[in-house]
């Protein structure tokens, strides 16, 4: 099974990367949750770029499994998502005492201003509202290391 958990026909590909291209200088083993599959693959080509290990999932049942299987660091997640959505995702995240140190990036459409007010409330340590690019997730992801510049 290709690393990110899903058995998909859009190419699972790791992208051969030698270097980091200016991205932070810690690499980081991050699960990306979205159910949108076009959304998964995007932000595993930006994080892949700065040298990021990404497992995915298209739903909370497979994060969770792989948040068993994996030494996850970082978790990017949405928040509309059929079934159990992104909100309930942090709540069951946050109840664990296994995965409730992991920092949770949320990344999802913009103006849904009670929704990430939520997420925040959970425990989003960042919100990135869609459309974003590759330097939103650098920048989140060094702010939540502490490797933002002052």
Do not use: W
Not at 52 to 64: C, D, L, S
């Amino acid at each position: 099974m290709p690393a990110g958990g899903s058995q998909e026909t859009f190419s699972d590909t790791i992208l051969p990367i030698s270097s980091p291209l200016g991205g932070s200088s810690m690499s980081y083993s991050v699960l990306v949750l979205d159910d949108d599959l076009f959304m998964r693959k995007l932000i595993q080509l930006f994080l892949q770029r700065d040298g990021h290990r990404v497992f995915h999932a298209a739903n909370t049942e497979e994060a969770f499994r792989l948040l068993g299987e994996q030494r996850i660091d970082i978790i990017t997640c949405d928040l509309m998502m059929p079934g159990i959505d992104g909100l309930d995702f942090l709540l069951d995240i946050k109840k664990s005492p296994h995965h409730n140190m992991i920092p949770v990036i949320v990344i999802t459409a913009s103006g849904l201003v009670d929704a990430i007010a939520q997420a925040k409330a959970l425990g989003a340590k960042h919100v990135i509202e869609k459309p974003f690019s590759d330097e939103d997730i650098r920048n989140a992801i060094a702010l939540i290391s502490g490797e933002a510049p002052d």
